[in-house]
């Protein structure tokens, strides 16, 4: 569909309009702008702060062109300064060949934002969403209503938010595990920044691949260490590892498997995956499996879903989708 440079211009105007009907907007950091659920296959704008990150997927050249047109207008439009734009290869396997390039304003290397209590480092040119999930928000805010007095595993960490909210919320120990060791430099800046005022124990940062990770947790596990009460895996469609390549469609058992092991009686695991060919139910059907494989019953089972910014639920949109469920 071809798209004039009026009807963007109105298209973004209402997705702004939606969100601020839902007062979503009053969030620092937002999607402002969801795809297909806005109306434009292939466009989605986030908000971090003052700066935005413009998403658009390779294939879309003639928008491109609409979007530098419209850029003039596009601070007063979010409420923002500075502007990237960040194109993405229709094959998802090359997405990491472009950069995102100033769109407008001036270049913002690094800010911090704020969600909630927290405040995260977000690197606008850097990883493919500046180093913060918005999808993950409502999750966050979760793990810091529930993580009291707990033990707190983070696989596939990132830049540690999904942990560092669990220990904001008085978790007793949290593990971010990640197999990169400058992504984890980065968590521990987002570590430091929330909690050097008032230090405590409790948190430790590992390099290594979540897999082998998992196993020898599982091996001290069976020797008498304390299971964890809170396991969260939340891996890339393809992942690196040291020798062997990593596609989660077939590791998924295995990560399901490792991760309900390490769970203590009445523990949770939160796994998501955005891989198109998983949806729900087949996350659902293949964690009961290994749960009644190990012998562990499953209690409680809900779906993961993004805030409600988040408007375009195919299975395409990359956005958190994952499940949670609690074993006894
Ligand atoms: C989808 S991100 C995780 C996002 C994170 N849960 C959050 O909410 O910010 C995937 C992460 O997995 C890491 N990774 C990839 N392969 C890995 C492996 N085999 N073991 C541990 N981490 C791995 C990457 O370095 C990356 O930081």
Redesign the pocket.
């Known amino acids: 569909m071809t798209i004039t440079s009026d009807s963007l211009q109105d298209r973004l105007q209402q997705a702004r309009e939606k969100r601020e009907a839902s007062t979503t907007l009053s969030q620092t950091s937002l999607r402002l702008f969801d795809g297909e659920g806005d109306g434009i296959a292939g466009l989605w704008i986030d908000r971090f702060g003052e700066v935005i990150i413009v998403h658009l997927r390779e294939d879309r050249r003639a928008l491109q062109e609409q979007l530098r047109g419209l850029s003039p207008h596009l601070p007063e439009l979010f409420g923002v300064s500075s502007g990237y734009l960040r194109i993405h290869e229709t094959d998802p396997k090359n997405s990491a060949l472009h950069s995102a390039v100033l769109l407008f304003g001036d270049p913002i290397e690094e800010l911090w934002v704020k969600e909630g209590a927290l405040e995260f480092l977000v690197r606008p040119s850097q990883q493919v969403n500046g180093g ?2 918005l999808d ?1 928000r409502d999750l966050r805010c979760e793990l810091a209503r529930i993580s009291s007095g707990k033990r707190v595993l ?6 540690g ?2 942990g560092i909210a669990a220990f904001s919320g008085d978790a007793l120990e949290v593990v971010q ?4 060791k400058s ?1 984890l430099r980065w968590a521990k800046e987002n570590y430091e920044r929330n909690f050097s005022s008032s230090p405590r124990d409790g948190m430790r940062f590992i390099a ?4 082998s990770f998992m196993a020898r947790e599982n091996r001290r596990i069976e020797g008498g260490k304390e299971p964890y009460d809170i396991v ?1 895996i ?3 469609a393809f ?3 040291d020798g062997k390549p ?1 596609r989660l469609l077939s590791e998924l058992e295995n990560l399901i498997q490792s991760g309900v092991s390490l769970l203590a009686e009445g523990g949770e695991l939160f796994i998501s995956c ?1 891989v198109r060919q998983i949806g729900f139910e087949h996350l659902e059907k293949v964690a009961s499996r290994e749960g009644s494989r190990l012998g562990r019953r499953i209690t409680n089972l809900e779906r993961l879903l993004p805030p409600s910014d988040f408007t375009n639920r195919s299975l395409n949109a990359a956005h958190l989708r994952g499940i949670r469920l609690r074993v006894s």
Request: charge should be negative.
């Open positions: 913060l999930f993950a983070n696989t596939f960490a990132f830049t938010t999904l595990v990640d197999i990169s992504i290594e691949d979540s897999r969260l939340d891996p890339p992942g690196r590892s990593f955005n």
